[in-house]
């Protein structure tokens, strides 16, 4: 049994939360340039621009890509055959977004309850997500989260009579509601499937999935496809300024459901779709 210890893990999410928040990674930035080849609007080329500049002069100064510093979610995949020692794996990850917030300068976006509001004054508590996998590591995500895009995000039960045009139009409808709110072009990931939770969970694990990944299979690139056609054709475009590209991608995460069922959960994502992984 491998031994990996709490403190480690508090040391390297802090880590991780001032490095989402300052540095895009690269497939992000990837997507900003071929976006910019791809939009027909002058302005939203100008956008693009910006866009890859405010995301260089964050990394070189160190400062966050956008005021809002996000809610940490955490995707933390475990592996069966290690051992956390010196501390308990949940307050671990806490306190290493503590610090990562407080010592980084972050902005503190957290309250302790959702109706009485009190700051928790140092971003907590993190969304924690965990997986038991094989092996003996813990592979980490870090996912700091806005929620001017996450407030744009919907969810809908269809029944099995609903047609791919269905599920499509409600997905297409959900980004045309969220106009220009979520900082366009936008990343959306899309949970198809399973139970009610089951699909906002893969929504946002499709969000938090490199842009580069390959789709989950033929059938599915497809849908992404036409998805995203149709997304940037609704004529939103870079920071809602009007243009060509709405959605820089769409990721759709299936997984088995009830017969009677067929949930699917928008999870939108603006530009500043930020995720830093490691491995311990
Ligand atoms: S939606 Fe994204 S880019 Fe816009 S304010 Fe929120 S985190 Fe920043």
Known sequence: MREISAKLI??????????ANCRLPDDVIESFK?????????LGRQIFDKMLDNAALAAKKEVPVCQDTGMAVIFAEIGQDC???????????????????????LRLSVVSDPMRRVNTN???????????????????????????????????????????????????????????NPCPPMIVGVGL??????????????VCTPLD??????????????ITEKANKLGIGPQGWGGTVTALKVRVMAFGTHIAGLPCAVNIGCHVTRHQEFTL
């Open 213 to 226: 990944a390959p789709a989950q299979d033929e059938f599915y690139a497809d849908l992404e496809k036409e």
């Open 83 to 105: 051992h956390i020692v010196d501390g308990d794996f949940e307050t671990a990850i806490n306190e290493g977004v503590r610090r990562g917030y407080v010592d980084g300068y």
């Open 122 to 180: 140092d971003n907590t508590p993190a969304i924690i997500h965990t997986s038991i996998v094989p092996g003996d590591q813990i592979h980490i995500t870090v996912a700091p989260k806005g929620f001017g895009s996450e407030n744009m995000s919907a969810i809908k039960m269809f029944t099995p009579a609903a047609t791919r045009e269905d599920v499509v139009g409600f997905i297409v409808d959900t980004m045309s509601k969220a106009g220009s």
């Open 193 to 206: 499937g399973g139970t009610f939770e089951k699909a906002a969970y893969l929504a946002k694990k499709a």
């Open 34 to 42: 071929k976006g910019k080849e791809e939009e027909k609007s002058p």
């Open 10 to 19: 508090t040391e390297k999410v802090k880590e991780a939360c001032i490095a």
